[in-house]
C-alpha cells in the first residue's frame, strides 16, 4: 500500500473508540476490542498494523482475530499479520556497532568550577 493511499484509509472505528483504544493498558485493549463485530476487528488490526506508532496494537488485535477473518479483511497481508500476532515477539536487533558503545548518561553535578572573579587584580 502506498504512503497516499495509507492516508486515505479510513478508520474502520470512530475516532472516540480508537482514542478508547490508544489510551488503553493490554488488559482494557481485549475488552474494548471484543465490543467490535469480527469483521470490523481484522479491518482495524491491519489499520493498526500498518502505522508505526500503533504497530504493537495491531498485532496485539490481530490475535484475537481468526486466520480466515485477517485473510478476508487483508488477503496475504492479513494471512502474514495472523502469523505474526501468534508468534513469540522477539527482541529488537542490535547492529554490531552499537552493541560495544557505552550509555550516554547526564551529568549529575556542575561540569566545571569557576574560579571567583576578582576586579582587584587588575590595577
Known sequence: MSAYSLAEENCPVGDQMLGDLYRSHERGLADLVATVTPDVRATLALFCYRRG???????????????????????????????????????????????????????????????????????
Not at 522477539?90 to 548518561?105: G, Y
Open 53 to 123: 506508532h500503533l504497530h504493537s496494537m495491531g498485532l496485539a488485535i490481530a490475535a484475537s482475530c481468526t486466520e480466515e477473518e485477517l485473510e478476508t479483511a487483508g488477503g496475504r497481508v492479513g494471512t502474514a499479520l495472523f502469523a505474526l500476532s501468534r508468534a513469540a515477539p522477539q527482541p529488537a536487533p542490535v547492529s554490531p556497532h552499537m552493541s560495544n558503545r557505552r550509555k550516554i548518561t547526564l551529568a549529575s553535578g556542575p561540569l566545571r568550577a569557576l574560579p571567583p572573579l576578582d576586579d582587584d587584580t587588575e590595577g
